[in-house]
């Protein structure tokens, strides 16, 4: 899935820093916000430093750059088709994750980008010739992700794994999967702070407030909102005791079409894409145990999208209106990386 990049000169000018318990759970589940590549340690960038939270998703912020005496470990895994890469290392003697994305080229830009840029020379022959472009700075972008202090699932979360394919029966929920949840209490308390405007609520885009069907509508961290080619968006519904796919029932309907419904309407008003060319669809399993549905441009290739982990919202509601316990009963398949703790337990059981 992940191949290696070398000799790639990559200038770093937009920096998002995440610190403190809540924001770490929100890099676990965006990486996801990887969701999902190596490194020198000195990044001449001006960026916002986090410190610590204060238990209600407050945080404050100091220039700094935090990266100036970032050390390189390691490189954990690197993508050359989506340019990016995660890089494990020490910040001030804490364990830290970085993570570089390269920004998409915007078509906004392009007239700067070809009066504004230097060329030079690699090859010609015949027609064909190949150059090495160096943009404005400006243009020249890098998303750049630090998760500090760092833990060492967050290490193996980003490190290149081999996966498995999962069969989960209903059984094998009740028996497996649902009491690993349990005993683990994955903690969604930043969520409780995005849904309680304690956190992130400058970039909440939408909101329903209703108890039942409502939800807040919020751009992934994935997306750098700077063109809708990668668009990618998350709802999150106010409703606190749906954990996941399997979770959900008929009666649950209201709560997913009008998620559906007001979701789509929102980003065709914002940003002029028709449901035609959206991608909207829920994770099994989920990185974070709070009913979210991503909603994603159809011709972007969002980490998770694949048929082994999505379900599209529109069949999960067929399926429901056929079937009031579709889910509580069906048999689910998902993929879970090697050092996955769930995926002990299925193989504990016999299951793999």
Known sequence: MFGSESGIEWDILSTQTIFGSSSRNMAESAAKRRTDSGGSGDLNVEVKKLKPDHGD???EAESGNILSAFKTSAV???????KIIFIHGKVADQDAVVILEKTPIRQDSLDELFSGSTLKLEMRNDIYSTYRLQAPPHLNEIKTTVVCPATEKHVKKYQRQESFLVEETAE???SITL???QKQS????WVYNVLEKKAEAERILYEDPDPQVGFLLLPDFKWDQKQVDDLYLLAIVHQ??????RDLRSEHLPLLQNVLQKGKEQILQRYKLPASQLRVYLHYQPSYYHLHVHFTKLGYEAPGCGVERAHLLTDVIQNLQSDPRYYETRTLYFPLRADDGLLGKFKEAGKL
């Open 186 to 189: 994955f903690s969604v308390q």
């Open 172 to 174: 094998d929920y009740q």
């Open 179 to 181: 009491p690993y949840i």
């Open 57 to 59: 998703g407050r945080q």
């Open 76 to 82: 954990l895994n690197d993508s050359a088709r989506e």
């Open 240 to 245: 606190r005791n749906i954990k996941s796919l």
